[in-house]
């Protein structure tokens, strides 16, 4: 029986409806599929501000869920939702896509398949954040690995395959374990409730053996440490970045490295709640080892997309590092950074992205001097400059405050050592700025640039806006995450079982008979 679909698949479609209607049109006729991936991007955007609008702030657990039937011999369905950790995640995806296209305006070769990945990819990434099956979700885990994939190895720089097929075997390396853990899961519940199901929200139930949660932690663990990425699984990221073109780096920086996350946070965390508490240690650790590690690459680096992709090293290991002090504090300062971290490093993508194109280079020392000759977009550039090395009165020092108080009660000593992270971001960015900025202008090329055209002002205008905005005024976000993070914690430390869920409807939900 044909049906509409729910607030939340509207919102899947509306990209993947633009793509579609991109390859009905002739690709000579550039303006034209230009201005309908646009209008489809922006159109997800204010579908996602709907949302945003009829989200209860007071509820903790799923809204607008729409379950239907799609395997249901194998206990599979297509089951969607968010709640406050999703809500902002899903927002900053719809967000920064339409910049991204704005920002794709100079791209001149195939543009017309580019744009089809761009809003492709966009699908892929709404539905992994708001994917309740396991099973959903992992389909567009998967799907979004395509899109990324032609868009580092056809618009990319001259290592482009080789930074592509790194991104894939890494990436395909760590999602083939969570698979078998995932198809494992599904049969654990099937052996002792004789019904196999991938519905997130009753396998949240299934209580496992440590030994067996362990296992399947370190699975599902594995694919999330490699998107985040988590030290020592980061070494796909600069080769990625560095080849990848300007809107490839924002979203890769922007959302996709959230995945990793946000996986933590939604599945490995509540799902195997004992294994996370027995293996937090370690991976306080790794993160740790990585903002201090980050760091400390990114200030050796001389070409400036390298130091930003280092610097996100750092940044995620701050997030990792709230999220596992699995306190209050910690985990809403994590989640504040991913949208933070997404809003200030792709603006500072953004900004390297347009000096190349004036510059064809991205070397720092081949700058120098450019705060007379490119005042406007000095200005800019030092803001977002601020923002990433957390600045008080911007949107980094939100997060970063609350991730260190969270984790001081919980490790000390490790959060003294995550501070000097902090003090290590400073010194490299500001550095970094000097020498690109300040000085006297060695080279005669750099005296022809010109500042921000009005379409480059367009696309930084709002990131601006938003990174001051999160800075002065946190409560709207805050408010509206807590009580999904207070569900997650009790998941986690078990001190109130998590409720089981039923065949109703709940906010907004669609079932399988379609009421």
Not at 39 to 50: N, P
Not at 490 to 495: E, M, Y
Request: glycine share 8%; aromatic share 12%.
């Amino acid at each position: 029986m044909f049906r509409l679909p729910g607030d939340i698949s509207l919102l899947l479609l509306l990209p993947l409806i633009g793509a579609l209607v991109l390859l009905l049109v002739p690709r000579q006729q550039r303006q034209t599929l230009l201005t309908l991936a646009l209008l489809s991007s922006i159109a997800a955007f204010i579908w996602s501000l709907r949302l945003f609008q009829a989200f209860d702030p007071g509820a903790g657990e799923m809204q607008f869920v729409e379950r239907i039937s799609w395997m249901p011999a194998f206990g599979i369905g297509y089951i969607v939702g968010i709640d406050g950790i999703s809500l902002f995640l899903v927002l900053l995806t719809t967000f920064l896509m339409p910049l991204a296209i704005v920002a794709s305006w100079t791209v001149q070769d195939r543009i017309k398949e580019y744009l089809f990945f761009m809003l492709v990819l966009e699908t892929g990434m709404l539905g992994a954040f708001v994917a309740l099956d396991l099973f959903l979700f992992y389909v567009f885990w998967e799907v979004m690995l395509v899109p990324m994939y032609f868009l580092i190895g056809v618009w990319g720089g001259t290592r482009r395959i080789y930074a592509a097929l790194k991104f894939v075997v890494y990436t395909m390396a760590g999602s083939l374990p969570m698979l078998v853990a995932i198809i494992y899961l599904a049969s654990r519940y099937a052996h002792v409730n004789q019904v196999m199901t991938f519905d997130l929200l009753q396998l949240y139930n299934l209580r496992l053996p440590v030994n067996e949660q362990i296992w399947l932690f370190l699975a599902f663990g594995l694919s999330f440490a490699i998107k985040v990425p988590l030290f020592p699984f980061h070494t796909w990221l600069p080769d990625a970045h560095v080849e990848a073109p300007t809107a490839g780096s924002v979203i890769l920086a922007g959302v996709l490295l959230k995945m990793g996350t946000y996986g933590f946070l939604r599945f490995a965390m509540p799902l195997f709640p004992d294994a996370a508490l027995v293996l937090t240690p370690m991976i306080i650790a790794l993160a740790v080892i990585g903002i201090i590690y980050g760091a400390g690459v990114a200030m050796m680096q001389p070409d400036l997309k390298k130091l930003v992709a280092y610097s996100s090293v750092s940044h995620l290991g701050f997030v990792m590092l709230g999220l596992f002090a699995l306190n209050i504090q910690g985990i809403q300062g994590g989640i504040y950074q991913m949208i933070s971290h997404g809003l200030s490093t792709g603006a500072l993508f953004l900004l390297v992205g347009m000096l190349y194109d004036r510059r064809h280079t991205r070397m720092i020392a081949d700058f120098g001097g450019l705060w007379h000759q490119l005042p406007v977009f000095s200005v800019l550039f030092l803001i977002v400059t601020f923002a990433s090395i957390g600045l008080p009165g911007l949107n980094g020092f939100i997060g970063e405050f609350l991730i260190l108080l969270g984790a001081f009660s919980v490790k000390p000593g490790w959060t003294a050592a995550a501070a000097t992270g902090v003090i290590l971001g400073a010194i490299y960015m500001l550095w970094m700025f000097r020498r690109v900025f300040f000085g006297p202008m060695i080279h005669p090329e750099n005296q022809e640039l010109t500042d921000l055209n009005r379409r480059e002002l367009l696309i930084l205008a709002p990131v601006i806006a938003l990174i001051i905005i999160m800075g002065i005024y946190p409560q709207p976000f805050l408010s509206r995450m807590k009580p999904s993070v207070d569900v997650t914690l009790q998941r986690i430390r078990g001190s109130q079982t998590a409720p089981v869920a039923t065949n109703h409807a709940t906010s907004g939900e669609i079932n399988s008979d379609g009421r």
